[in-house]
T-cell receptor, first 113, second 110 residues
Framework: GAGVSQTPSNKVTEKGKYVELRCDPI?????LYWYRQSLGQGPEFLIY????????DSGLPNDRFFAVRPEGSVSTLKIQRTERGDSAVYLC???????????FGPGTRLTVT | RKEVEQDPGPFNVPEGATVAFNCTYS??????FFWYRQDCRKEPKLLMS???SGNEDGRFTAQLNRASQYISLLIRDSKLSDSATYLC???????????FGQGTRLTINP
């Protein structure tokens, strides 16, 4: 069946611009996670949704980062006033419930110039 | 101190060799433990869960030592296709997030 999909696969933007990254979880998965992976590092947790609500946003680095999941399915990660340090691969994962195994999408590679 | 620490390597071993990785975690209340595999420019994929009793899946064996707070992965009879980065992952108690180590890069040489 279809896995987690993320769009775009690559995004190049200029410093100071706004970007949106999209995640389509596996159908029926209620839990959705965003992670960020910098070069040479493991993924770092950003935020987790259970249904439509953000259950844990403790990993968001600052208020330039925001994520939504209005209908409990697709999620969008929004980054305002991008900085070069935001350059990373942004990974989305979903699981059928909060205790279930997590399946990762292929990620969006963000480059801020 | 990082929550999950791994030796980043790289480890270069000949095909057929046995290779072992360890990682340590700082939160003694952590509940669940995993090894993920990540190929270059790909997403992480679950390799195996790790249980206190130890568990084996073919050529792969994972062990958890709660007293010492470390997790190990052993790969026997390594194959060229085992070349990847291996991520040690911990699920802290009461949290739904996964905490990843830096990853250990493994290259199997012919």
């Amino acid at each position: 069946g279809a896995g987690v999909s993320q769009t775009p696969s690559n995004k190049v933007t200029e410093k100071g611009k706004y970007v949106e990254l999209r995640c389509d979880p596996i159908s029926g998965h209620t839990a959705l996670y965003w992670y960020r992976q910098s070069l040479g590092q493991g993924p770092e947790f950003l935020i987790y949704f259970q249904g439509t609500g953000a259950a844990d946003d403790s990993g968001l680095p600052n208020d330039r980062f925001f994520a939504v999941r209005p209908e409990g399915s697709v999620s969008t990660l929004k980054i305002q006033r991008t900085e070069r340090g935001d350059s990373a691969v942004y990974l989305c994962a979903s699981s059928p419930n909060i205790a279930g195994l997590k399946y990762f999408g292929p990620g969006t590679r963000l480059t801020v110039t | 101190r990082k929550e999950v620490e791994q030796d980043p390597g790289p480890f270069n071993v000949p095909e057929g060799a046995t290779v072992a990785f360890n990682c340590t975690y700082s939160n003694s209340a952590s509940q669940s433990f995993f090894w993920y595999r990540q190929d270059c420019r790909k997403e992480p994929k679950l390799l195996m869960s790790v249980y206190s009793s130890g568990n084996e899946d073919g050529r792969f064996t994972a062990q958890l030592n709660r007293a010492s707070q470390y997790i190990s992965l052993l790969i026997r009879d390594s194959k060229l296709s085992d070349s990847a980065t291996y991520l040690c992952v911990v699920n802290p108690q009461g949290a739904q997030k996964l905490v990843f180590g830096q990853g250990t890069r493994l290259t199997i040489n012919p």
